[in-house]
């Protein structure tokens, strides 16, 4: 590996810091930590509301409830209760991909209904309204579930989406079900994910108890197929002879939320906003998680040795290996071919609640250093790994959000593996119902970044200048005025897939092709070069 | 004339909105003035949507502040939050101006934000606070045209002061893109005049790259010219929308006796020649040869491209103004705006096109508050050749195979819709080509030879 001097990680804090009112710095700097000698001890700030003013990348509860956990689901209609707004901007402006059963199969996902909330529901209340708009999509579409969204405004009129959604639900007798992710709740997106996860296992999760055929069943939890990423994955664990029961929410359809308590265990891909429903899973029915990353042709390889050891079958783990082995070969060869163009070049990436740290492991393997890292609407845990659970403060926005009670179930708990499976598993190394976090898996003298906003952004690139950012839309065009390319790692910017290994190829070319391109040169405009020379001659 | 307008058959489900919220209209007037930043007043969710939303169609950082909300504010009010918020925005970017504008929560609530305001300005004592404006801006309550004018009248209503009389000139551009309010500039220098376009997000919405960071980035409005409107000599308003409406223009013509002019969106050569007469009026000066030259061959190239558009059917939607100038628009080369829809619910489409239709003979469905559930109830029946408007069509266009031409807002899936031009005999003139060009194409390719001229 090259060679890299980087700046001192705790001077840049500083610089990052020294703007602020000297309250806002303070605060801040509990939410910049620099990855130090001992990483087990890094502590971070996360999960707290951001302060009024600063701009933050962060979304609202609604955001996380609607358009994250539920929006990849096709045939669960959408109904979002609230002014016009909220609906129109979350409106199929993820890039999740789905593939209907069949052509005539139900998938509303390119749809987007709302109630268009007005003065007059605002003033006199808009159940009236909700109910109807329920019937005349009931009787446009005839749909198996609908979901119910509240947006800020619902919760203050005082419009109960819960009892609207029974009523509607015993007229029409399907599944209807409410969500109250009102914006102002929790301190980000991150609130949503908890209340869908909540409102779908108490009202989808264990409906339908048909035993399911094949062999090594699985639901892939926190997938939410951006960029094809879950097509990708399904096809691996097909060719391998796993069966996937579910995906929580990628590619996913209500029938298979609906038995997905009958798999034998739960991958866990973005622990953020999916961990909840992985625990419900555990203590309800028995079903022990796994925290894997797809995301890295290295990490790839592990967490499917991972997967094929848990069910511990010596044919399927043989089939692995050499599935492994043969994918393998293809993308040796990309790596070869990029990394003497792209080693040793630097990267920042803040984005999401579990991206920032998957997404290191394929910078790894081309030889880039990431020097900070951080998320938008993480917690403690996903930045120190689960231990730090224990010792959490729950703040007051967070508060509110329902810990849902849950139960052994009497009939259908089963623990899924026996002592002796239990202790094998310890030996290899392979810990169930457990995350690391980022910071553990990060270098020494890098940053890592908690909601980082607009102004330390642009602070960072100017004292680092990486050749890469990676983030989300808002962040990417100011990125790219300062000369450096800006991918999106929630959208993708088009491109895609990048999970497995096909996809840590494509990511290679993809990041390759982005630095390499001509066109920063010409950004970085010929008449500054001049000028420097020009100083310099002045000054000789 | 038979004219049929109608009111939505499912009126309480709206199926995919034609419609956007009001703050996103009251942001887009914020960052068209020189070192202003948006403030929207409620939960942090609104400003990011909105920044998200604007940025994925003008492709450029666009930064909007929020106040962020927590439950606990939404049951003791946003005053707190607001100031915070203030401050916070004063230490950080130094701005010229902050514009608040209210969200459907702190409006459900009741927050009184000038009152707010007023109790934060006379506390502090610094004297280099920024100009505040204010403006309310509930969606449950009009759209964001209806934000986007009541915030460029909110600015005009803060700043404009008696003066004396001076030549200069105001021209408010309505909603249109970058590259039009480039190309009105150009219009107006090539008159003589002495101008200010408010709202000016010419550059803040497309400029090049930077030198260094720019908390705030340059253009826009200068808040100096501003303050000197009440001494201007002729405010010219675009957008029929605005007749009758107590504007920022009528209030000038008002309060300073500053000469209103109002005219639709000049897109098509009628429109485009009553707008340029209102130039003539105001600057006193002829028409400049080289726009003359510009309108000659926008005429040249109708008459080159008639046969391949007469009795063409296009479906019309998107933001009220803009609808009612594509209407005429397309009358005018004889394609017919078989369905004209507009999510906006303030009666203006309608009667603007029951003129167009009388005039021209022709009848043809207005809708008014659609979704484009309901558009693409009717649109099946009226078998049209293409669709003119903005990406939000794409999806139904897709579905009955229908080719869209773009314009307006929001364009966000092609790149340069903040370059597309609509105005003026240039904008008019890439405007045609790209619906001729659609057409040929579009037989071009159901041809089963392929033929390579036309
Ligand atoms: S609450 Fe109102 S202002 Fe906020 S996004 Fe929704 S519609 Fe727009
Ligand atoms: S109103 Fe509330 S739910 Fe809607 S976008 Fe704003 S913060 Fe989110």
Redesign the interface.
């Known amino acids: 590996m090259k060679k890299v001097n980087l700046p001192d990680a705790a001077k840049i804090k500083d610089e990052l810091l020294k703007?602020?009112?000297t309250k806002?710095g303070r605060k801040r700097s509990k939410h910049i930590t620099v990855v130090g000698e001992k990483k087990e001890d890094n502590s971070i700030q996360a999960n707290v509301?951001?302060?009024?003013?600063?701009?933050?990348?962060?979304?609202?509860?609604?955001?996380g409830c609607r358009g994250v956990v539920l929006g990849p689901t096709r045939d669960i209609l959408q109904?979002i209760h609230?002014?016009?707004?909220?609906?129109?901007?979350?409106?199929?402006?993820r890039r999740n991909q789905t593939r209907p059963e069949s052509p005539d199969a139900p998938n509303y996902m390119?749809?987007?209904?709302?109630?268009?909330?007005?003065?007059e529901?605002?003033v006199f209340g808009g159940e009236k309204?909700?109910k109807?708009?329920?019937?005349?999509?009931y009787d446009?579409f005839h749909p198996k579930a609908i979901g119910i969204f509240a947006?800020?405004?619902v919760?203050?009129?005082g419009d109960d989406v819960h009892q609207v959604s029974r009523e509607m639900s015993r007229e029409l007798g399907i599944n209807i079900f409410g969500f109250s992710c009102e914006?102002?709740?929790g301190v980000?997106q991150s609130a949503g994910h908890h209340i869908a996860n909540n409102q779908l296992f108490k009202h989808v999760v264990g409906r339908d108890d048909e035993p399911i055929a094949g062999k090594y069943k699985f639901n892939l939890l926190g997938e939410y197929n951006i960029g094809g990423d879950a097509f990708v994955l399904e096809e691996m664990f097909a060719e391998c002879g796993f069966t996937l029961v579910s995906t929580f929410s990628g590619n996913s359809s209500y029938d298979d939320f609906c038995k997905s308590h009958n798999a034998d265990l739960n991958l866990v891909m973005c622990h953020r906003s999916i961990n909840y429903m992985a625990e419900m899973m555990q203590t309800k029915f028995g079903i022990p998680w796994l925290k894997i990353n797809f995301i890295g042709a290295q990490e790839t390889a592990n967490s499917m040795r991972k997967l094929a050891n848990y069910f511990g079958d010596q044919q399927l783990i043989e089939t692995v290996d050499k599935y492994i082995a043969r994918e393998m070969q293809a993308v040796e060869k990309a790596r070869a071919e990029v990394r003497p163009r792209l080693e040793g070049k630097l990267a920042l990436l803040f984005v999401g609640g579990s991206r920032a740290h998957h997404y290191q492991e394929l910078f790894k393997e081309i030889g880039m250093k990431v020097v900070g890292a951080g998320y938008e609407f993480a917690h403690r845990d996903d930045y120190e790994g689960r231990k730090v659970l224990d010792g959490l403060e729950v703040d007051?926005?967070s508060r509110?959000i329902e810990e849902l009670k849950v139960a052994n179930d009497s009939t259908r708990y089963k623990p899924r593996l026996s002592a002796d499976q239990k202790k094998k598993l310890t030996q290899q190394g392979i810990k169930l119902n457990h995350y690391e976090g980022m910071i553990p898996t990060m270098e020494k003298n890098t940053l890592s970044i908690d909601d980082i906003s607009?102004?330390e952004q642009?602070?960072l690139?100017?004292l680092y200048k990486p050749a890469l950012f990676c983030a989300?839309?808002?962040?990417?065009?100011?990125v790219?005025?300062?000369?450096i390319p800006c991918k999106q790692l929630h959208s993708y910017d088009y491109g895609g897939p990048y999970a497995g290994f096909q996809g840590a190829i494509n990511f290679y070319r993809e990041i390759d092709r982005m630095i390499n391109t001509r066109i920063w040169k010409l950004?970085d405009?010929p008449w500054?070069e001049e000028e420097q020379i020009r100083a310099n001659f002045a000054t000789s | 004339m038979e004219m049929k307008t109608n009111t939505k058959s499912k009126p309480n489900a709206v199926t995919n909105p034609c419609n956007l919220c009001t703050p996103l209209g009251a942001c887009l007037v914020f960052k068209g003035i020189k070192g202003a930043l948006p403030l929207l007043h409620g939960s942090q969710g609104c400003a990011t949507y909105i920044r998200r939303y604007l940025i994925s169609h003008y492709n450029e950082p666009i930064d909007i502040a929020s106040s962020n909300f927590t439950e606990r504010t939404t049951i003791f009010g946003g005053k707190k939050n607001l100031i915070s918020a203030l401050e916070n925005i004063c230490t950080q970017y130094t701005p010229e101006l902050i514009g608040v504008a209210t969200t459907c929560l702190s409006e459900t609530i009741g927050d009184d934000v000038p009152q707010y305001l007023r109790e934060f300005k006379s506390e502090q004592k610094s004297a280099c606070l920024p100009h505040i404006v204010s403006v309310s801006t509930p969606s449950y309550n009009g759209a964001y045209m209806e934000g986007f004018q009541a915030t460029i009248k909110s600015l005009v209503v803060y700043f404009a002061a008696s003066r004396p009389r001076t030549r200069r000139v105001v021209l408010f551009p309505n909603l249109v893109s970058p590259a039009d309010i480039r190309y009105l500039k150009e219009l107006l220098a090539d008159f003589g005049m002495n101008f200010v376009i408010l709202p000016d997000y010419a550059e803040t919405f497309d400029g090049g790259p930077w030198d260094g960071y720019q908390k705030i980035p340059q253009g826009g409005t200068r808040i100096a010219d501003l303050s000197e409107l009440g001494g201007f000599a002729s405010a010219i308003e675009l957008g029929h929308s605005l007749v009758g409406q107590e504007s920022a223009g009528a209030y000038l013509e008002r309060e300073f006796a500053v000469k209103r002019h109002i005219s639709g969106l000049p897109i098509g050569i009628k429109a485009t020649d009553k707008f340029i007469s209102i130039l003539e009026t105001v600057s006193g000066k002829k028409m400049p040869e080289e726009i003359r030259k510009e309108r000659g061959r926008l005429l040249d190239a109708y008459a080159d491209a008639h046969k391949y558009l007469f009795e063409k059917k296009a479906i019309v939607f998107g933001e009220a103004d803009m609808v009612a100038a594509m209407a005429g628009f397309l009358l005018e080369i004889g394609v017919i705006p078989v369905l004209c829809a507009t999510g906006s619910r303030s009666g203006i489409l309608k009667a603007e096109l029951e003129k167009l239709s009388c005039e021209s003979g022709r009848s043809f469905e207005i809708r008014e508050g659609v979704d484009f559930g309901e558009i693409e109830e009717i649109s099946g029946k009226l078998k049209p050749d293409f669709m003119l408007g903005n990406s939000k069509g794409y999806s139904l266009a897709r579905r009955q195979g229908i080719p869209l031409v773009r314009v307006g807002f929001p364009i966000h899936d092609r790149i340069g819709g903040q370059r597309v031009l609509h105005l003026g005999y240039r904008g008019t003139q890439q405007l045609f080509d790209r619906i001729v060009n659609t057409i040929i194409e579009n037989t071009q390719e159901q041809s089963s030879i392929g033929y390579t001229y036309m």
């Open positions: 703007t602020y009112p806002v509301r951001t302060v009024p003013g600063i701009i933050t990348q962060r979304g609202c509860c609604y955001a109904i609230g002014p016009v707004g909220c609906a129109y901007y979350s409106w199929l402006t390119p749809y987007c209904f709302t109630t268009d909330m007005q003065e529901q605002i309204k909700l109807q708009a329920i019937q005349e999509a446009l947006t800020c405004p919760g203050l009129i914006g102002y709740k980000s007051a926005d509110n607009q102004y642009e602070k690139l100017e989300g839309i808002k962040e990417k065009y100011g790219q005025k300062n000369g950004i405009a500054k």
